[in-house]
């Protein structure tokens, strides 16, 4: 299982809030959501974020067996 729990740990890194995520750089709420309950995101969502927060993937999610 994907889950997403480091993201918002980079987020506060970064000094990012999810509502800057919103109106700055248009990441949508259900696509918040989604990561918020470990749900299925897709790439291009996971490369915004990455781009956005100038970081490697593995900064915002996690495998977990």
């Known amino acids: 299982m994907i889950v997403y729990d480091k993201l918002w740990e980079t987020l506060k890194k ?7 995520l919103i109106k700055n750089y248009k990441i949508s709420t259900g696509q918040l959501d989604r990561l918020r309950k470990n749900c299925n995101v897709s790439t291009y969502t ?3 974020l990455c ?3 100038n970081c490697k993937l593995e ?3 996690e495998y977990k067996k």
């Not at 970064?14 to 800057?20: H, L, T």
């Open 46 to 48: 996971l490369n915004q």
């Open 59 to 61: 900064e915002i999610a």
């Open 14 to 20: 970064k000094n990012i809030s999810q509502y800057k």
């Open 51 to 53: 781009e956005i927060l």
